[in-house]
T-cell receptor, first 111, second 116 residues
C-alpha cells in the first residue's frame, strides 16, 4: 500500500501566491524528502527533514514535519511560473532500505 | 556536467524484443537505483545496488535484470518486452546508507520506453 499520500492532487495558483502541499504517511519514518519533477525531466531533490526535526527552510521553501500526525507540508512562498511542476514526498522508513514515493501533486503557477 | 546520465532517452520497440538501458553517475556515489514511473506518475523502486551488490529487489518480473559492472554504472536489461512495460524508467544514485539513514537521491533524465 502507498506510504506517502500527497494532498491536494492538483493545485493552481497565481504567481506571487503561496503554495501549500501536504503529505501523509502510515508508518514511522527516519526521514521525509520532497522532490520536484518538471515535465519530461527527472526528479530533483528539494529538501530532507529528519524525524527529529520539526521545520526546515531552504530559500522560498519551508517544510514542516509532524510525526504525531504522520504528516508533512511543503510551503513555497512567492511562487513563480517556473515553480510549475509535480511535487513528490518520499519517506525513508529504514525498512528494506528503500525510499517510498507518493503519487505527487501537480502545481500550476499562472503568470 | 551531467551527474546522472541515461541512454537512450527514448526507446520504441515491439513486444517480445529484448532491450537495455544504461546509466552512469559521476558523483562518486556508492548506491544506485532503478525506478519505474507509470502514466499516472506513480514512481516505484525496482532495484538498488550498493557497491555493485544488489540490496533491493522489489517484486519485479524476472524479465528485468539489472547489472552493475562498477559502482558508477547500473544497467537494466529487459527480456521479452510486454505492452505493460511501457513507462519512464529512472536511474538514481545516492551516498551509501549510514545505518538506518538514507540520503537524498539524484535522478537521471529518464528513459521513455514504448512497447508496441
Amino acid at each position: 500500500s502507498q506510504q506517502g499520500e500527497e494532498d491536494p492532487q492538483a493545485l493552481s495558483i497565481q504567481e506571487g501566491e503561496n503554495a501549500t502541499m501536504n503529505c501523509s504517511y502510515k508508518t514511522s519514518i527516519n526521514n521525509l524528502q520532497w522532490y520536484r519533477q518538471n515535465s519530461g525531466r527527472g526528479l530533483v531533490h528539494l529538501i530532507l527533514i529528519r524525524s527529529n526535526e520539526r521545520e526546515k527552510h531552504s530559500g522560498r521553501l519551508r517544510v514542516t514535519l509532524d510525526t504525531s500526525k504522520k504528516s508533512s507540508s511543503l510551503l513555497i512562498t512567492a511562487s513563480r511560473a517556473a515553480d510549475t511542476a509535480s511535487y513528490f514526498c518520499a519517506t525513508d522508513t529504514g525498512a528494506n532500505s528503500k525510499l517510498t514515493f507518493g503519487k505527487g501533486i501537480t502545481l500550476s503557477v499562472r503568470p | 556536467d551531467t551527474a546522472v546520465s541515461q541512454t537512450p532517452k527514448y526507446l520504441v520497440t515491439q513486444m517480445g524484443n529484448d532491450k537495455s538501458i544504461k546509466c552512469e553517475q559521476n558523483l562518486g556515489h556508492d548506491t544506485m537505483y532503478w525506478y519505474k514511473q507509470d502514466s499516472k506518475k506513480f514512481l516505484k523502486i525496482m532495484f538498488s545496488y550498493n557497491n555493485k551488490e544488489l540490496i533491493i529487489n522489489e517484486t519485479v518480473p524476472n524479465r528485468f535484470s539489472p547489472k552493475s559492472p562498477d559502482k558508477a554504472h547500473l544497467n537494466l536489461h529487459i527480456n521479452s518486452l510486454e505492452l505493460g512495460d511501457s513507462a519512464v524508467y529512472f536511474c538514481a544514485s545516492s551516498q551509501a546508507a549510514s545505518g538506518r539513514f538514507w540520503y537524498e537521491q539524484y535522478f537521471g533524465p529518464g528513459t521513455r520506453l514504448t512497447v508496441t
